[in-house]
């Protein structure tokens, strides 16, 4: 049989999975990334429990669901920090990802770390990449085994992602310095390439994301209408495709303060990218921009580098995971030579 093939991006915001065997159509799956002790779950009108279209999974010894929308958790308190790939949280995300492939062995899965702890950070990607393989046994007697796992950086997916989807576009750049840069929810993580080698010294990530914009719209918005409003509640109704919330009585519009907010953020964060190039002896000549909040940095970035071809991700919510399960399928191509 063909070896199985994942690429998992565990974010702050959703869970995304690609899978799939050499020669067959690989699955894509995005869940939200609300996770919690099945105590923090909601009960039907019946007294059950409802698990809100989530995975029940055990994270040691302990009952949870996962990949669901935080919102319907009750007191739930979302993780936002730098140790993240280290919490329950994520291991039962991970448990998540695992039952979603339906599958009891995985020979190769693909993940990613912000650049800044891919570089800086050995020791935690190497606890990580050990942690994530062997055998597991995410619910119940359910039993997974994990043959090998590789940990890149984040954004490196959507590049590997962008050769594959626009191959003829990807090859007159070939020669052209590549900036990659991945909108997520706690970060924004960007690399630079060239033939198809990644310049650390000029790729990092910050903090100023998507979280940061949806916080300042939410507290605008607040202000004006006198109510309570959060970044989760902006970030549950941009998941489902709204533009308005319930405030008290009646829905309101909310993406003119999220677009107030991003340009601001996005004028801060495309600042930074250039101030990490400025000793750089090299043109930007193609930008791919990847992440669930890629649009909102689209005009930043393109402000910034007017002269690059601008790249946006098809589906760039799961660009990384698609692009990371196109490196495990090579990963096993080339195990599979020896």
Known sequence: MLPMVVGCDIGYGNLKVVYGRRGEPPVERVLPSGAGPVAMAPRTTSGEINL???HLVNVRGESWVAGVQGTQLQGYSRVLHANYPETDHYWSLYMAALLETKSDYIDVLVTGLPVYQFTQQPELKQRLKERLAG???????????????????????????AWYVN????????????LVVDAGFYSVDYVVLYMGDV??????????????????????????HAATITKDMLEAALREGRNTIMVYSQEEPFMTYVESAARQVGKQVADEILNTLRTSQFNIGCVIMTGGAANLYASSLQAAFPKAFQYSSHSPVAANARGFHRMGLRQAAKAAQK
């Open 135 to 161: 055998t597991h046994q995410p619910v119940g007697d359910r039993k997974i085994h994990v043959e090998t796992v590789l940990i890149r950086e984040q954004p490196l997916g959507a590049y590997f992602d």
């Open 52 to 54: 809100l279209k989530g």
């Open 199 to 224: 310049f650390h010294h000029y790729s990092s990530s910050s903090t100023l994301a998507t979280g940061d914009i949806l916080e300042r719209a939410a507290s605008k918005m607040a202000s004006t």
């Open 167 to 178: 191959q003829a576009k990807m090859k007159e750049l070939e020669k052209a310095h590549i």
